[in-house]
């Protein structure tokens, strides 16, 4: 089974430049997650889906972020304008979804940010 | 409400043992222990849910106590393969929410 596909891996930009990571989850994962991870941190939620809607975007910085799951399958999430302190590993995960709700959430290998 | 972990560190030679704590100061319904090697992506361990048992494979087991908002994991006689840091995730209820990670704790194997 593939896991959760990520790109690209790795993204360096100049501050107030926008960016744009792509999230494949695994197949028949209703739930998608999007994390940001700064260095010695652990993964902060920044937006979850539940097929193609939000469950949850409390933490996403709106300003500057946004994200869309279209077809509730492949997720983008876009940044723009940059900062310096968006720098960090951004994490998309999948899981199940539906019922039971504690299921295993299985994370992409990340796309590592340098905002320059 | 992020969950305290600690130790922050640890140090270990091959076929010691050692004892990660997850604490919250809210009710707990699951928690979830991820380890993440330097540069890869978190890797499930296990979930344990409120009322439940305790859960383990090979020599890595963990408890969840409910009186106390904690869950520990338990890594029995160190391998050098489980250097990496480990995460633990909370939900505090059963809705479906994403998990809340710890800062994590790191784990350092020796031969």
């Known amino acids: 089974e593939a896991g959760v596909a990520q790109s690209p891996r790795y993204k360096i930009i100049e501050k107030r430049q926008s960016v744009a990571f792509w999230c494949n989850p695994i197949?028949?994962?209703?739930?998608l997650y999007w994390y940001q991870q700064i260095l010695g941190q652990g993964p902060k939620l920044l937006i979850q889906f539940q097929n193609n809607g939000v469950v949850d975007d409390s933490q996403l910085p709106k300003d500057r972020f946004s994200a869309e799951r279209l077809k509730g399958v492949d997720s983008t999430l876009k940044i723009q304008p940059a900062k310096l302190e968006d720098s960090a590993v951004y994490l998309c995960a999948s899981s199940l979804g539906g019922v039971p709700h504690h299921q295993t959430q299985y994370f992409g290998p990340g796309t590592r940010l340098l905002v320059l | 409400q992020q969950p305290v972990q600690s130790p922050q560190a640890v140090i270990l030679r091959e076929g010691e043992d050692a004892v990660i704590n997850c604490s919250s100061s809210k009710a707990l319904y699951s928690v979830h222990w991820y380890r993440q090697k330097h540069g890869e992506a978190p890797v499930f361990l296990m979930i344990l849910l409120k009322g439940g048992e305790q859960k383990g494979h090979d020599k890595i087991s963990a408890s969840f106590n409910e009186k106390k908002q904690q869950s520990s994991l338990y890594l029995t006689a160190s391998q050098l393969s489980y250097s990496g840091t480990y995460f633990c995730?909370?939900?505090?209820?059963?809705?479906?929410?994403?998990?809340?990670f710890g800062k994590g704790t790191t784990l350092s194997v020796s031969s």
């Open positions: 995730g909370t939900e505090t209820t059963q809705a479906g929410t994403a998990l809340i």
């Open positions: 197949s028949g994962h209703a739930t």
